[in-house]
């Protein structure tokens, strides 16, 4: 008996360590799955805000425009580059509500030197109209509703001297129509 108490205590050493083992891989997948299911949790409720965060952890802005009937998940590039200007339409367009967005300059949107890009809310029998007549769009339908069509334009050139900084950022704060269709979305 006294032979075998040496085995016995080898075995129970064995047994513990594989106990040990066993335990500590368990809790570590435990641990594993707990972590996903709260990283997803986290996930889903910053989509439950209406901004995601994107790997970089930069949250993309949500433009709003209550009297313009839509809202636009601005392109990530152009946080803290780009201001809106929301205002009533031209009447003599025949806009009902435009939006344009401007380089930023000292912290406010740049009027004087053009908009990046321009939503224009019109009646659908101003659009009608102008598409009518002859001679090429210039704009792109993003979106439409019994009453209204919600076009996009961008600027022909840019406003900014080639050699200056504001060129280059006007160039690169510039989207094209498939991005702001993706990301659009009529309110009415």
């Given at each position: 008996?006294?032979?075998?108490k040496?085995?016995?205590?080898?075995?129970?050493?064995?047994?513990?360590?594989?106990?040990?083992?066993?335990?500590?891989?368990?809790?570590?997948?435990k641990?594993?799955?707990?972590?996903?299911?709260?990283?997803?949790?986290?996930?889903?409720?910053?989509?439950?805000?209406?901004?995601?965060?994107?790997?970089?952890?930069?949250?993309?802005?949500?433009?709003?425009?209550?009297?313009?009937?839509?809202?636009?998940?601005?392109?990530?590039?152009?946080?803290?580059y780009?201001?809106?200007?929301?205002?009533?339409?031209?009447?003599?367009?025949?806009?009902?509500?435009?939006?344009?967005?401007?380089?930023?300059?000292?912290?406010?949107?740049?009027?004087?030197?053009?908009?990046?890009?321009?939503?224009?809310?019109l009646?659908?029998?101003?659009?009608?109209?102008?598409?009518?007549e002859?001679?090429?769009?210039?704009?792109?339908?993003?979106?439409?509703?019994?009453?209204?069509?919600?076009?996009?334009?961008?600027?022909?050139s840019?406003?900014?001297?080639?050699?200056?900084?504001?060129?280059?950022?006007?160039?690169?704060?510039?989207?094209?129509?498939?991005?702001?269709?993706?990301?659009?979305?009529?309110?009415?």
């Amino acid at each position: 008996m006294n032979n075998m108490k040496p085995h016995l205590k080898s075995i129970i050493a064995i047994l513990a360590v594989l106990a040990l083992v066993l335990v500590t891989g368990c809790t570590d997948d435990k641990s594993a799955k707990a972590s996903q299911i709260e990283n997803k949790l986290l996930k889903d409720n910053s989509h439950a805000s209406n901004e995601e965060q994107p790997e970089n952890k930069v949250q993309i802005k949500t433009f709003v425009s209550k009297e313009g009937g839509f809202s636009l998940k601005q392109p990530e590039k152009w946080n803290g580059y780009v201001g809106a200007i929301d205002e009533k339409g031209d009447p003599i367009t025949g806009a009902a509500w435009e939006t344009s967005f401007y380089l930023l300059k000292d912290g406010k949107p740049d009027i004087d030197a053009g908009s990046i890009m321009t939503i224009t809310k019109l009646p659908r029998s101003q659009h009608e109209a102008i598409v009518a007549e002859d001679g090429p769009s210039t704009s792109h339908i993003l979106g439409e509703s019994k009453e209204y069509v919600w076009v996009m334009t961008t600027p022909q050139s840019n406003p900014y001297d080639e050699k200056s900084e504001a060129y280059k950022s006007f160039n690169t704060m510039l989207v094209d129509g498939d991005f702001i269709n993706m990301h659009f979305k009529v309110n009415d």
